[in-house]
């Protein structure tokens, strides 16, 4: 969907070479003032199986489109302009080991390398500190890097069509993030730091493995898209699942916690004070309870807007804790009692 | 009933003037519709103004209002973006692709008594230039662009126009009746910005 938006491009700028059947050496007869002068070069559905080495003369290219070619590699000649911002090289047969060495020090804005065949996310491209889009949609990928998170300016990242299994934590460190797609994937849970996404407008997840989202996603304020069809999301309230009973520390400690014992470096080995510190605050907000290891994966209905059943989950710290809405545990849980969220911030939430 | 002439639109303005004629008559013959609207060869350079997209969901760019008996609209679907399941509001719905393909998904109304989910009754993918059609007594439908790397434009004709129709959860069958808002008209952005949409998807 990427467009050049370069500010008033005259049409010298723009050279369309797309469907053209070029080939690899179809560069080499264009002037040198015609490379100097164009800005977007659109090469997309030619035959090249490589980038001719003249693409390095176009010295003040700023948007480039190699799409629906039979490239298998990107050679070093691309990083030498220094000027371009946006590239696409959709639908090609690039791989792993496609991209050159050098290609993180190019100053891209914008990258698209969906359709193609790579199996992970190339770590080149993680070294695009400049980038604010980044599409690997329709790929082989099976995971993604924690290292995804030093792309601080990333806007949009779209990762829809691949084999993921899981999400890193680490993509929740992204504070710019707005648009982030995971459909078609295999993914069976959603970390819940996501709710550090400050940023998050719309979260593409449909054609998963989810059963249900974690709670922590009504805090995304901003959320106002949020696909979900496709998933195995659980529709009847599900009774608490597997509790491991809290080992004798877990019942020390919480006992220390819910009286308020003061406790120190100088009363206890540090590995304790230590293990006191991490309680987790039961997040039944009328119970003062805390838990350490030991806590029951509780699963609520939430109902937004009078309209869906969206399953949250949330760990409380025994079966005994219920949350305030589930009075009676059989039955699906009834949302007007969820006071800990606001009434306005669940309707900016479209789910289905 | 007069049998207006079927001469193939060569341009999308012949091919509104057409739909102007036929929907002059108070009946709308759904194969003549079906018909030329199909037989318009799609040409970008005829729609691109009013082809805008917007990156986190689909867009509709009112394209004619059809003298007050139907609404043409262009609808824009980045990779990935897909509807609701949606009614038609007891209208008559045409849906050509002019860029890409779509994925329609149908369905039957809900049961009240509904158990394991709305099932999907069909699917099939409409190609460039195919035209569909439905209205609610056929059933209820999902669209989605389900590639991840090309963009589709779909041209949408809905006779008598509407403003509102009823979106369903597809794993409980509750509906919800839904305000359906422009993103541009006749090529110009509305100023209803920010909106947020009542879809679910």
Redo the contacts between chains.
């Keep these: 969907m990427e467009g050049f938006e370069g500010a008033s491009s005259s049409s010298e700028s723009v050279l369309d070479l797309s469907r053209l059947n070029l080939n690899n050496n179809s560069l080499d007869a264009l002037s040198e003032k015609r490379r100097k002068d164009t800005k977007q070069l659109y090469l997309c559905y030619n035959r090249m199986t490589v980038l001719p080495e003249s693409i390095s003369l176009f010295s003040n290219l700023e948007f480039l489109d190699i799409s629906n070619n039979a490239l298998s590699v990107i050679s070093e000649d691309i990083t030498r302009l220094t000027k371009l911002k946006t590239l696409i090289a959709k639908n090609n047969s690039l791989n792993d080991s496609s991209l050159p060495k050098d290609f993180g020090s190019l100053q891209l804005d914008v990258l698209n390398l969906s359709g193609n065949r790579f199996e992970e996310m190339p770590s080149q491209c993680l070294q695009l500190l400049r980038l604010q889009s980044l599409s690997l949609g329709g790929n082989r990928l099976k995971s993604i890097p924690a290292e995804i998170e030093s792309l601080a300016s990333l806007e949009l990242l779209y990762l829809g069509g691949n084999q993921i299994s899981s999400i890193p934590a680490e993509l929740a460190n992204l504070p710019s993030l707005c648009y982030l797609v995971l459909c078609d994937n295999r993914i069976q849970s959603v970390p819940p730091q996501l709710n550090k996404l400050h940023s998050l407008r719309s979260l593409s997840l449909h054609n998963n493995l989810l059963t249900y989202l974690p709670r922590e996603i009504l805090s995304l304020v901003h959320l106002q898209e949020l696909s979900l069809r496709g998933n195995p999301l659980v529709v009847r309230f599900v009774k608490d699942m597997t509790y491991d009973p809290p080992s004798l520390l877990e019942l020390a400690g919480r006992t220390v916690k819910s009286k308020n014992l003061a406790y120190s470096h100088k009363d206890l080995p540090s590995h304790l004070v230590n293990y006191l510190d991490m309680a987790s605050k039961c997040p039944n907000p009328k119970c003062a309870g805390v838990y350490f290891d030991s806590c029951v994966r509780h699963i609520k209905f939430v109902d937004f807007c009078g309209k869906y059943r969206l399953p949250l989950m949330h760990y409380l710290c025994s079966p005994e804790c219920t949350s305030p809405c589930s009075s009676n545990p059989q039955s699906d849980a009834d949302s007007d009692e969820d006071n800990s969220v606001p009434a306005d911030r669940l309707q900016r939430v479209l789910l289905g | 009933m007069e049998h207006t002439e079927l001469i193939k639109p060569e341009t999308l303005q012949d091919l509104i003037q057409a739909l102007h004629e036929i929907f002059e008559s108070d009946r709308v013959n759904v194969e003549e519709v079906q018909s030329i609207m199909e037989s318009y060869e799609s040409k970008p350079h005829e729609w691109m103004k009013y082809a805008r ?1 917007d ?3 689909y867009t509709r760019n009112l394209v004619d209002e059809g003298n007050g008996k139907f609404n043409l609209m262009i609808l824009c679907w ?3 973006h ?1 509807s ?2 949606h009614d038609h509001t007891d209208s008559h719905c045409f849906m050509k692709l002019l860029q890409g393909q779509l994925k329609e998904t149908l369905f039957d109304w809900p049961d009240r008594k509904l158990q394991g ?1 709305m099932q999907q009754k069909s699917q099939r993918v409409l190609l460039e230039n195919q035209c569909a059609y439905i209205n609610d007594s056929l059933g209820l439908h ?1 669209v989605e662009n ?4 090309e ?1 589709a434009v779909s041209l949408h004709l809905y006779s008598p126009p509407f403003q509102t129709c009823q ?6 069958g ?1 509906r ?1 009746t839904v305000k359906m808002t422009f993103w541009s008209k006749f090529g110009e952005r509305t100023a209803y910005a920010g909106s ?6």
């Design positions: 997209f990156q986190y969901r980045g990779e990935g897909g609701s399941i989910g999902r389900v590639s991840h790397t963009t979106t369903f959860d597809q794993r409980t509750h919800n947020v949409s009542q879809e679910n998807n």
